[in-house]
């Protein structure tokens, strides 16, 4: 059964869409011009907004006609229809929706007096239809302007219908009870339609007061305020208030502006942008915006409540994108608004963001978080921002002259400036990878041209404040050398090595890029210093040579001096030479056979060289293991300091505490192409993978970490952290990998470089040992513990040659031990022809030969034919051993290989004692003829260069140990097979074993 509140809510709705029928047909067509439309602005935008409110009235009169078909459907079937199916309770949000943009067209209608200006073109028509409206529209003045009358028509019956709609629902919730099914929806719907009770007359006030501004506003003022889109809220004439450092004379609140009025000037802000600061001193309150402060000061803490109440209204408002409803203030979100926005903004201060956009994100006034600045002339920042400043990782492109060709700058900023690690890539089609510090290059660095470069460069070191400054290296591909040395505001400057393609090495002292007084043993390396004859005695020489050294010289601005020159083939030379390093004034000449050449020297163009002097043909010749040792650099670049830009950033980072925000900034990171970010200017983010993505945050690491301190397990955590580039410890020896790669591979691959490349080992070995402790350490103070105490030498060198260098070595082991090779190629080729001589010898013969005691033969007591006895023995005699000593080329661990050689021992000796059928130890004499016989069957490759790595690599605790003895043992049978007369005669007649130990 319907109730009679249904009833009224039927006639209700009859008369409402009979009144807005007759409105649209008496008002709003009226106030539609008929073309041509106006040719003003302000007579468009009038004709647009009318145009506007025509539709919004066509909206409602269509849910108002739908709500009246639900309600006369309820009224005809009582019985099988509901109230629920009342529009008015089950869609009640879309019916107010529409009455909100109908109030919205109409207050829009209102504020620029649109009403008034179309009304004017008519006027007559209206003066006669005055009557008219009175006997239709109830509540239609008879008093007021002509424009006046269509706007009491187009808001009165609105008002007074919303009025009814909901005395008529709270009486129907009284009526069907509190129990029953649909008293959820009436309440709901008398809540809605109470509150938009309370928004129109809120929004009506708005419109007039606003309405009532401009006649107060003459000139500029009244031409860049008057909008449809503002409402005032609030004007300092009504609450005084007075602005500084500003002097306002008029300040004025709109809901999306703050004004303030200067005579004909006008300083608009836009509330997105605008903070309220929550202290207060007295009556005065202060606001932020993104390039001034204010403060605002009233007479009375009245007015400066009412002002700032207000304000921090209209912010929250507009960053709600919609008004309060029901009312200013009212509803559930907080009345504060919130200090963290999104919105964008032009800098028009003078400064370095003058004329720059910036959006994204702003907190207190500042961009902070994510965001984009962009400036007119094509400069672009995309990262993220920290009061104002670029700080964390951002890209910055910078356009250049040329079309489409920009510098871009992947890095971490730190307070506006490039700070930590980046990545620049320059129009040049040059790229530097490293630190920065203040915008500037500071610290590892690497510098490399392009690959059409006409001069192609790559430098691997130390910056400082933008110059090259430190330890470096420097590779000229077009002269096809390279520089390891010092360097000093971006010139060679101090101790440095010079090598180039042609294998020409010199090492001396560079002042300003210029060569001065050579330091200790310098060196100089050619592969065609010419020998003198092998006749003995001194003699006068006046005779023409040919001119030794390629066309390689110094590097470009370097002048010759004095000097030293060593050759591969060990001859040195001890004086003076030109810039393109051609011998010239007084010099010596050293060469291997030990003879001597003194005198002066010059080259005549075309001639080649000439000299004058003294060729000494009486001295010994030198030992070759003492020449083959002249090693470059050795004692100009402590190991210590060579590489500290790299291991620096790492200490640091661990001294402050693992800080999270600083992980990327040290450990680098891996973005897009660069090449697609130029393309354009328009993207707003840099895809890159960051380190949590690889290994977690440093929480979890220094977790991890502590989980495996015991010592089976640090091991395989070390190998897993070291194998992983976004790991502290894995970044750390690729960036070492990268130093040493740079300096001994390719051009640097100069066996007068070995010395220099083995203690870097080492010392990258003991840094990484370091770099882990620091890490320990943090992570236990993280926990409230502290690590023990410091360790002690011996211990810290277990750690370093039984843990650390296992595990990085084969990082290094390609370029290392390729400089092993060449510096003991003469040595491993007389080797080579002494195993070749060997194999010519069968098993038993060889046997023999070696003097190996025949009852330690594995043929002793086995009755066979000579013919099998010959098959046994060159197919199984010590095999076990000869693989087992074959396979000391698997690795590259020092330990590993000393252990292959103790199992090659046991081999030996378990041989031995199948044969006697009794456990035997070998004594020494018996030993090392079986070894050799073990050694030449193996055919190692390149053994000395392997024997001389284990032995400077090894760790010094095995000294004078088994693992030492097995070595020199080997060593000496290294040394045997390269002497001649093995091929010739019987070793017992010539060697005796005791004198090996």
């Known amino acids: 059964m319907c109730n009679p509140e249904e009833a009224a809510l039927l006639r209700l709705e009859e008369v409402f869409s009979a009144t807005l029928a007759r409105v649209n047909s008496y008002v709003l067509q009226p106030l539609l011009p008929a073309a041509p439309e106006p040719s003003d602005p302000w007579g468009r935008e009038c004709l647009r907004l009318l145009q506007q409110l025509h539709k919004s009235s066509q909206q409602l009169w269509e849910v108002t006609e739908e709500s009246l078909h639900s309600l006369q459907e309820r009224l005809r079937h009582p019985d099988s229809t509901g109230l629920e199916s009342l529009l008015l309770l089950r869609d009640a949000d879309r019916v107010l929706q529409a009455h909100i943009e ?57 008002t007074h219908h919303v009025q009814q709609y909901v005395l008529l629902l709270l009486s129907l919730g009284d009526t069907i009870g509190e129990h029953h099914p649909t008293q959820e929806l009436v309440v709901n719907a008398v809540t809605l339609f109470g509150n938009l009770q309370s928004f129109m007359k809120q929004a009506l006030d708005q419109a007039a007061a606003t309405q009532a501004l401009w006649h107060t506003l003459r000139g500029r003022p009244r031409d860049v305020l008057c909008t449809p889109a503002h409402r005032l809220l609030q004007d300092s004439q009504d609450v005084p208030v007075t602005v500084a450092p500003l002097r306002a004379e008029r300040v004025l609140l709109f809901d999306d502006a703050l004004v303030l009025l200067q005579g004909h000037n006008v300083h608009t802000f836009d509330l997105k942008l605008v903070w309220v600061d929550p202290e207060q001193d007295g009556c005065t309150f202060h606001l932020l915006t993104p390039e001034e402060q204010f403060s605002f000061c009233a007479k009375d803490s009245q007015g400066q409540a009412v002002w700032q109440w207000k304000v921090t209204q209209a912010v929250r408002q507009v960053l709600r994108g919609k008004k309060d409803f029901p009312v200013l203030g009212a509803g559930l979100e907080p009345s504060q608004p919130p200090a963290c926005r999104c919105a964008e903004y032009t800098f028009r201060a003078e400064g370095r963001l003058c004329q720059a956009t910036y959006e994204g994100e702003w907190c207190r006034a500042r961009p902070h978080g994510k965001g984009t600045l962009k400036w007119p002339d094509g400069r672009n920042h995309v990262g993220n921002f920290c009061q104002g400043l670029e700080h964390g ?116 002292t560079f002042q300003a890029d210029k060569t001065v007084q050579p330091m200790g043993q310098g060196s100089l390396v050619s592969s065609a210093i010419p020998r003198a004859s092998d006749k003995q005695g001194s003699r006068n020489v006046s005779e023409k040579a040919p001119h030794f050294l390629s066309s390689q010289g110094l590097p470009e601005g370097a002048t010759g001096g004095p000097g030293i020159l060593l050759s591969e083939d060990d001859s040195l030379y001890e004086g003076t030479f030109t810039r393109d390093l051609t011998l010239t004034g007084k010099g010596k000449v050293t060469f291997p056979n030990g003879f001597t050449l003194e005198g002066s020297f010059g080259s005549v163009a075309g001639r080649g060289l000439h000299t004058q002097g003294v060729l000494d043909t009486a001295a010994p010749p030198p030992d070759p293991s003492s020449t083959c040792k002249r090693q470059l650099g050795v004692g100009a670049f402590p190991v210590e300091s060579r590489w500290q830009g ?72 070390l190998r897993k952290a070291l194998s992983n ?112 001589n060997l194999s010519l010898f069968p098993d038993t013969q060889l046997l023999e030969f070696l003097d190996v005691q025949k009852h330690l033969w594995p043929l002793k007591d086995l009755t066979l034919t000579s013919n099998q006895r010959y098959s046994l023995v060159r197919d199984k005699c010590f095999l076990s051993a000869t693989e087992c000593l074959q396979k000391i080329m698997t690795t590259v661990d020092p330990r590993e290989k000393l252990e292959v050689l103790e199992r090659t021992y046991g081999e030996i000796e378990g041989t031995v004692s199948r044969v006697l059928g009794r456990e035997y130890k070998l004594p020494m004499d018996d030993l090392l003829p079986l070894l050799i ?59 005796h074993s005791r004198e090996l130990w």
């Open 393 to 508: 990782f951002g890209i910055r492109l910078l356009p250049q002259a040329s079309e489409d060709r920009f510098d871009c700058y992947k890095c971490h900023w730190r307070e506006g400036s490039m700070c930590g690690y980046g990545i620049c890539e320059y129009s040049t089609d040059e790229v530097y990878k490293g630190y920065f510090q203040e915008g500037l290059r500071h610290g590892f660095g690497v510098l490399e041209s392009g690959p059409q470069a006409p001069q192609p460069f790559r430098y691997t070191g130390h910056w400082e404040r933008g110059q090259r400054s430190g330890y470096g290296i420097e590779e000229d591909s077009d002269r096809g050398e390279r520089y390891i040395g010092m360097w000093q505001a971006g010139q060679r400057h101090g101790p440095g090595v010079v090598v180039t393609q042609a294998g020409v090495c010199y090492q001396g």
């Open 725 to 836: 580039s976004l790991h502290p410890l894995g970044k750390l020896l690729r960036t070492l990998m990268l130093t040493f790669q740079a300096t001994y591979a390719g051009v640097g691959a100069n066996k007068h470089l070995q010395e220099l490349a083995q203690e870097e080992v080492k010392q990258h070995a003991r840094e990484l040992w370091a770099a882990y402790r620091g890490l320990l350490r943090v992570a236990l103070q993280r926990k409230g513990q502290a690590l023990e105490e410091d360790e002690d030498t011996e211990t810290r060198d277990l750690q370093v040659h039984g843990l650390v260098l296992p595990l990085m070595l084969p990082s290094f082991y390609s370029e290392l031990f390729t400089l092993y090779l060449l510096l003991h190629e003469r040595e491993d080729s007389f080797y080579s022809q002494g195993i070749a």
């Open 102 to 158: 109908y109030i919205e067209s109409y207050t829009s209608c209102t504020v620029v007096q649109a009403f008034q200006k179309a009304a004017k073109r008519r006027s007559e028509y209206w003066r006669g239809q005055r009557k008219a409206l009175r006997q239709l529209l109830s509540g239609v003045s008879s008093e007021g302007s002509v424009g006046a009358s269509p706007g009491q028509a187009l808001h009165q019956p609105l």
């Open 933 to 991: 016989y073990v050694v030449s069957r193996a055919r190692i490759q390149h053994l000395g260069a392997e024997i001389h790595l284990i032995r400077d690599m090894m760790d010094p605790n095995h000294t004078g140990g088994l693992y030492d003895f097995l070595l020199t043992a080997l060593e000496s049978c290294y040394e045997h097979i390269q002497k001649e007369d093995m091929r010739l005669h019987r070793l017992p007649g010539h060697w």
């Open 646 to 717: 790299v291991y620096r950033p790492f200490r640091d980072f661990v001294c402050a505490g693992c800080p999270r925000d600083l992980q990327e900034a040290l450990l680098g990171f891996d973005v897009q192409s660069s090449r697609e970010l130029r393309r354009s200017q328009d993207y707003l983010c840099c895809e890159r993978t960051h380190p949590e993505d690889s290994v977690g945050s440093m929480e979890d690491i220094l977790e991890e970490l502590l989980q495996h301190r015991e010592p089976k397990a640090l091991q395989p955590y």
